[in-house]
């Protein structure tokens, strides 16, 4: 485990908050997986958050884990180095992270190479094998070993393709839906409680005088 100083005041409260949400189950879980996934003779690591941590922080089990979930001779990272110099160790980490997010997983579930190497935030490294396995399974292309079970399925989208014929064809609609409206015309239209204005002279009509009488304040007894 990297070596950190002493945490005071608020970032200790929000580190505990942080280990707080690490899952000792989960990482049971994970470890079966990754180990069973990997094909390879891992090695189980003891139980605990900072055995797990030890046994990821120099980035070879995560290189070996998301090139397992690629065919031969397509894995994303085709040498990984079990140097013990720590930028090889934080670069590898951060091989593994580019190479998950163009396996699909999202930005938002990816975790920083710091909440690995230096055991920052190992809740959200679980959060983010999490997220990887469920892409796994939602790919269901072969590569994936363990039971489905293991993982939520991500719903996928549902995409409808179109000919260039039936593209062209609902852009001929739209033109006629919006030529329907030619030589419309707004003469004889006004606004609202505006009287209309003659058809021959173009003036406002005239008001007719009637002799009905006029009542309200000006009326004279």
Same mark, same amino acid.
């Given at each position: 485990?990297?070596?950190?100083?002493?945490?005071?005041?608020?970032?200790?409260?929000?580190?505990?908050? /942080?280990?707080?949400?690490? *899952?000792? *189950?989960?990482?049971?879980?994970?470890?079966?997986?990754?180990?069973?996934?990997?094909?390879?003779?891992?090695?189980?690591?003891?139980?605990?958050?900072?055995?797990?941590?030890?046994?990821?922080?120099?980035?070879?089990?995560?290189?070996?884990?998301?090139?397992?979930?690629? &065919?031969?001779?397509?894995? &994303? /990272?085709?040498?990984?180095?079990?140097?013990?110099?720590?930028?090889?160790?934080?670069?590898? /980490?951060?091989?593994?992270?580019?190479?998950?997010?163009?396996?699909?997983?999202?930005?938002?579930?990816?975790?920083?190479?710091? *909440?690995?190497?230096?055991?920052? *935030?190992?809740?959200?490294?679980?959060?983010?094998?999490?997220?990887?396995?469920?892409?796994?399974?939602?790919?269901?292309?072969?590569?994936?070993?363990?039971?489905?079970?293991?993982?939520?399925?991500?719903?996928?989208?549902?995409?409808?393709?179109?000919?260039?014929?039936?593209?062209?064809?609902?852009?001929?609609?739209?033109?006629?839906?919006?030529?329907?409206?030619?030589?419309?015309?707004?003469?004889?239209?006004?606004?609202?409680?505006?009287?209309?204005?003659?058809?021959?002279?173009?003036?406002?009509?005239?008001?007719?005088?009637?002799?009905? &009488?006029?009542?309200?304040?000006?009326?004279?007894?």
């Amino acid at each position: 485990m990297a070596n950190r100083g002493p945490s005071y005041g608020l970032s200790r409260e929000v580190q505990e908050k /942080i280990e707080q949400k690490y *899952d000792a *189950d989960l990482e049971n879980k994970l470890v079966d997986w990754i180990i069973l996934q990997c094909a390879e003779d891992i090695e189980h690591p003891p139980p605990g958050r900072a055995h797990f941590q030890k046994w990821l922080m120099d980035g070879t089990v995560l290189c070996k884990l998301i090139n397992s979930l690629y &065919p031969p001779g397509q894995e &994303p /990272i085709p040498k990984i180095s079990e140097s013990k110099m720590a930028f090889k160790q934080m670069e590898q /980490i951060s091989q593994f992270l580019k190479a998950a997010e163009t396996y699909g997983v999202r930005t938002t579930d990816i975790f920083q190479t710091v *909440d690995l190497w230096e055991g920052k *935030d190992m809740a959200a490294v679980q959060r983010t094998l999490m997220a990887l396995g469920s892409v796994a399974v939602t790919k269901d292309d072969g590569c994936y070993r363990g039971e489905p079970s293991w993982f939520h399925r991500k719903a996928q989208q549902n995409r409808r393709g179109f000919s260039e014929e039936q593209l062209r064809q609902g852009q001929n609609v739209i033109g006629l839906q919006m030529g329907s409206n030619k030589g419309a015309s707004q003469a004889g239209m006004t606004g609202y409680g505006i009287p209309g204005r003659s058809c021959r002279t173009g003036h406002l009509p005239l008001v007719e005088r009637t002799n009905v &009488p006029h009542h309200g304040l000006y009326e004279k007894k």
